[in-house]
């Protein structure tokens, strides 16, 4: 099975950069902390862990260069950054977490066969510049 990155005429989920956050009921942090959950201190973190998946797939649109294990990961790590996250950065947060999900259950032969990764480009450009500062 392949996937196309950017392919599809109709896709199954639309992320959006305008989604709504949900109410947490953990403390939120700074935008500063929240970086250094998503990008790590060495460049290490979620988003640099989601790009890298996004870049290879992308360069060899191939299934086997990214496993099942390694989505779950990339987005519970995602997940986990957004339920304390600044709120102006977690629809941003969300739009990145989207197309992974519909990429896992590509893989998981649960999804299409296509993945949209425009919003995640554009939400990944966002954060990069909120967090450029702390980086």
Known sequence: MRLGPDT??????????????SPSTLPKVSTATTCVLLY???VDGAMADAADIVTRFVANPDLSTVTVAEL??????LEEAAS???????????ATEGPLRDFKAALEGKGAKTVQFTDFKAASFELLNDCKPYL
């Open 40 to 42: 790590g201190t060495h």
């Open 72 to 77: 779950g990961t990339t987005i519970s790590s």
């Open 84 to 94: 304390t996250a600044d709120s102006k950065l977690i629809p941003y947060i969300e």
């Open 8 to 21: 599809a005429s109709t896709p199954t989920a639309r992320h959006t950069l305008t989604a709504s956050a």
